[in-house]
């Protein structure tokens, strides 16, 4: 099955700053491709990868697992780690999550991390019937496009299968376990309106890290897919200032220390 015309991964060479984006559940590349194209325009190293099952039809996604989109990211956080100084990894909703498991996973090789609209956790009680809804009911109506602004296209699917949402549940459970691992620069974004993840999502990932530079930062005029509203240039301008931050921290070497007497 061909990806569909708009939904094509992105990459683009740069200098020493390397940085992984990962899009989101059901989703595409579309979501992240302005960002994307932004940091590379700011001169950074960019990989924006098309996961497992996605943009393509959701059939194709029905027999992926958490375990098929993470090798994916992590594949494309190695060769980048292999090239630059330092990386960063930024995702959208699951794709959040997905960066959130990387920090986990590869610690100190991870230099900052900027989340958006992660999920982590969900209140919805039909959630608790995936288990055995799964096996006899194929997919449920998607809810894509969750923009303020009009005009944008997330490309994502209209349908959600279910094998691969329970799989996501799975995910949740082992990145929410491991927050404290996660000791890098974070911010989250998160939307003050958001009709797919409850905004306790990102409060959740603020309390659950060990991170001490820490931010948590409120788009007031966007929703779920905010890499594409209103609030979508100041996602852009934070991170490169973000990126711009804890690199120029990192290039600071204490003055050396002398001992002895007068």
Same mark, same amino acid.
């Given at each position: 099955?061909? %990806?569909?015309?708009?939904?094509?991964?992105?990459? !683009?060479?740069?200098?020493?700053?390397? %940085?992984?984006?990962? /899009?989101?559940?059901?989703?595409?590349?579309a979501?992240?491709?302005?960002?994307?194209? @932004?940091?590379?325009? !700011?001169?950074?190293?960019?990989?924006?990868?098309?996961?497992?099952?996605?943009?393509?039809r959701?059939?194709?996604?029905?027999?992926?697992?958490?375990?098929?989109?993470? *090798? !994916?990211?992590?594949?494309?956080?190695?060769?980048?780690?292999?090239?630059? &100084? /330092? %990386?960063?990894?930024?995702?959208?909703? $699951?794709?959040?999550?997905? *960066?959130?498991?990387?920090?986990?996973?590869?610690?100190?090789?991870?230099?900052?991390?900027v989340?958006?609209n992660?999920?982590?956790h969900?209140?919805?009680?039909?959630?608790?019937?995936?288990? @055995? $809804?799964? /096996?006899?009911?194929a997919?449920?109506?998607?809810?894509?496009?969750?923009?303020?602004?009009?005009?944008?296209?997330?490309? !994502?699917?209209?349908?959600v299968?279910?094998?691969?949402?329970?799989?996501?549940?799975?995910?949740?459970?082992?990145?929410?376990?491991?927050?404290?691992?996660?000791?890098?620069?974070?911010?989250?974004?998160?939307?003050?309106?958001?009709?797919?993840?409850?905004?306790?999502?990102?409060?959740?990932?603020? &309390?659950?890290?060990?991170?001490?530079?820490?931010?948590?930062?409120?788009?007031?005029?966007?929703f779920?897919? @905010?890499?594409?509203?209103?609030?979508?240039?100041?996602?852009?301008?934070?991170?490169?200032?973000?990126?711009?931050?804890?690199t120029?921290? @990192?290039?600071?070497?204490?003055?050396?220390?002398?001992?002895?007497?007068?």
């Open positions: 099955m061909s %990806v569909r015309a708009g939904a094509e991964p992105f990459s !683009a060479e740069g200098g020493p700053v390397g %940085v992984l984006l990962c /899009h989101g559940f059901t989703g595409s590349p979501s992240m491709r302005p960002w994307a194209k @932004a940091l590379a325009a !700011a001169g950074h190293r960019v990989e924006l990868p098309l996961l497992p099952g996605h943009g393509t959701w059939q194709d996604m029905q027999v992926t697992r958490w375990t098929d989109w993470y *090798a !994916a990211v992590e594949r494309d956080l190695l060769s980048l780690q292999k090239r630059c &100084d /330092h %990386v960063f990894v930024m995702g959208l909703s $699951m794709g959040g999550t997905l *960066a959130l498991r990387l920090a986990e996973e590869h610690g100190s090789t991870v230099s900052g991390v989340v958006v992660p999920s982590i969900s209140h919805n009680r039909m959630l608790h019937l995936l288990p @055995a $809804m799964r /096996h006899v009911v997919s449920f109506p998607g809810v894509c496009n969750d923009i303020n602004r009009s005009g944008e296209d997330e490309l !994502a699917y209209d349908r299968p279910l094998q691969a949402l329970h799989s996501l549940t799975a995910l949740w459970r082992v990145v929410t376990t491991d927050l404290p691992r996660i000791t890098q620069p974070l911010v989250v974004y998160g939307s003050a309106v958001d009709h797919i993840v409850e905004p306790s999502n990102g409060r959740a990932v603020i &309390d659950g890290v060990s991170s001490e530079d820490l931010l948590y930062v409120q788009l007031p005029n966007s779920h897919v @905010a890499t594409l509203d209103n609030d979508a240039a100041a996602i852009i301008e934070g991170s490169r200032d973000f990126i711009r931050r804890v120029d921290k @990192a290039s600071i070497t204490p003055a050396p220390t002398t001992s002895g007497t007068s």
